[in-house]
């Protein structure tokens, strides 16, 4: 199917993808596949305006009915799918497989979001008082801007927005400049959803695709109370420190380099299969790709041949054919600081196999990779660093404590995972002891997480937390409420404070 058919089956116009300002390339072989428009910051700053009208007339909707709206946007996702993802890997290069699954993410989050609209629970306290009671009230917050990466270009804005609109904000989301249509076509699948709801206030969740100056005005705006970015730990310490100096909220996505542990007690046959989705899946450009193997000395040897004979046969090509596992890496930049970064290893003492670029003949202006397996004689400064990349740096120990500290000690702290099978090790690693990641997994991969839990990590990945458990409250503000239903007045404390 011709791109143009998938762009009108999700029913963009020719104005909303020809003539604009923004080139859009594939990086499937790296043609001009459109060119959008775009908001300047004074645009910008009228849509916070009419997204904080959204806001006061949706915050007095009750939760559960502003549910319905997320449930028809559920609806409107599941008959959108295979276009939309198809439009994803087309845009951003994710094979297809994985383009429908974070459709399904999209799917998952906004039916998680349905059931949360009945169960923004607040606690109720004893009050130390008699005659009184304490409970704690959640409210909306306001206007939340997100701000996502090329990698995940749709879900990450459902994750918000699912969320951010069942707890009665309005949203504006400035996509990466990298993706613009696959923000645009979520943009008209919202819409359908809104007009089959029929009643909720116009401006709710708006799209403002741009450059810098859009994220700049919506992370300076006293207006826009939480920001949720998602991106490099570069972007976010900027966006991060801006928000803080006006007392706003941000719930940061930052990087990943994230490990695993293989114990002897590991199945190894699992561990190959994890390390192959989660090292080379999405061409290594997800936040939680398996970027550090800890493997034991004396597995190393069973192990690593296994997973270099895969990588040497796995299919590389077109991520819309059916048996590509890898597609290109998004463009020439993220090719070169891949190669950049596999000069540094070598001259930090690496032994590298792959990395090279392949199909270059056939995609003259697409970045195909052969995914790389990288011996290293120690945890050096390249491998702290998260290249955005299918780089597998490998790593051997000697005693779990070893291995746990190898795992800690780089800056970011997003996902981890051990693979064996005797209890001890597993549950050591997930106590405190262990893993200082925001997510530590046993006997599965670091990456492809449900949406169920929080997602997020810390250090420098940020300590934002999206999606499941309770990652709502960052969505809303908390008021503590004491009330008085007798005929006394009473401090707390004990304080006496009486005038005769
Ligand atoms: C990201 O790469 O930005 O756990 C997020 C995963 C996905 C989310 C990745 N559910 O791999």
Redesign the pocket.
Known sequence: MSYEKILKNLGLDEQDYKNGTLAVYSPTDGSKIASVPEVDGAEVTHMIGQAKEAFLAWRDVPAPKRGELVRLLGEELRKSKEDLGKLVTLECGKVLQEGLGEVQ?MIDICDFAVGLSRQLYGLTIASERPGHFMRETWHPLGVCGVIS?F??PVA?WAWNTALAIVCGNAVIWKPSEKTPLTAIACGKIFDRAMKRFGTAPAHLSQIANGGREVGEVLVASPDVPVISA?GSTRMGRIVGTKVAERFGRSIL?LGGNNAMIVTPEADLDMALRATLFSAVGTAGQ???TLRRMIVHKDVKDKLLPKIQKAYATIKIGDPMEKGSLIGPLIDKDSYDAMQNALAQAKEQGGKIVGGERVLSNEYPNGYYVRPAIVEMPAQSDVVKHETFAPILYVLTYDCLDEAIKLQNDVPQGLSSCIFSTDVRETEYFLSSLGSDCGIANVNIGP???EIGGA?GGEKETGGGRESGSDAWKGYMRRATNTINYSRELPLAQGVEFNVD
């Open positions: 993410e990466a990698n995940f990450v998602t996505e997800r936040c939680t990456s492809g997480a997602f």
